[in-house]
């Protein structure tokens, strides 16, 4: 397997499970910084000259939900996705969730901080951004108490794609009333086989480039 990743990106979530399954892979860095996304040989693997992107013998797979959904089914013995449907269900709608009600507030404080030039951003929907993020962490937050993962009683998926947003909502300090998703956090990123922060990521990019 290939795995074309830029280190700070969603492509955490990919390398995360991989390494949580032990599987071995090749990474390939494409520095989004630099514009390699935009090279004809990776736009002819993915169009939208996005990563992560998967490459498993001729599955050619982009989202890093759908490649960390795919490399626990690959592996059902992981029970990294659950075999009981209920629990599967739970999976799924946690993964969702932290995509669609987290992940798009960060995404737009991103872009209007950093990603878009200066004259394209808009310092109003800064503050829309955070209202809208945090009675969903709120929801998550509630869901947490009193649990040590996401879904049942052991480690899934939805650990990889909720922990790692999290993350993000922490580099942007917006978790700051929501102590159990801290802690959650850090206990994920405790784990043996656990990725890079984000944070560790940013800081050691920019070690690197004053050096």
Same mark, same amino acid.
């Given at each position: 397997m290939k795995l074309y990743e830029f280190a700070p990106t969603r492509s955490i979530r990919a390398r995360w499970i991989l390494q949580e399954l032990g599987v071995d892979f090749e990474a390939v860095s494409v520095n989004l910084a630099a514009g390699e996304h935009r090279r004809p040989e990776f736009l002819e693997l993915n169009p939208a000259g996005k990563v992560p992107l998967l490459v498993d013998g001729d599955l050619v797979l982009s989202e890093s939900v759908a490649i960390v959904l795919y490399l626990g089914e690959k592996f059902p013995d992981s029970g990294l996705v659950p075999a009981d449907l209920r629990l599967r269900a739970d999976c799924y709608r946690w993964m969702l969730f932290a995509v669609a009600e987290l992940e798009q507030p960060l995404w737009r404080i991103a872009r209007h901080t950093s990603l878009y030039q200066e004259q394209d951003r808009l310092p109003a929907d800064l503050v829309l951004a955070r209202r809208d993020f945090k009675p969903m962490a709120a929801v998550l937050e509630a869901h947490m108490t009193g649990r040590a993962y996401v879904?049942?009683?052991?480690?899934? =998926?939805?650990?990889?794609?909720?922990?790692? *947003? %999290?993350?993000?909502?922490? +580099? =942007?300090?917006?978790?700051?009333?929501?102590? *159990? %998703?801290?802690?959650?956090? +850090?206990?994920?990123?405790?784990?043996?086989?656990?990725?890079?922060?984000?944070g560790d990521i940013f800081r050691a990019m920019r070690s690197g480039a004053s050096a």
């Open positions: 879904v049942g009683d052991r480690v899934t =998926a939805a650990d990889f794609v909720v922990a790692y *947003t %999290l993350d993000w909502a922490g +580099e =942007a300090q917006l978790l700051e009333d929501f102590p *159990t %998703l801290r802690a959650y956090v +850090e206990r994920m990123y405790a784990r043996p086989r656990a990725p890079r922060r984000i």
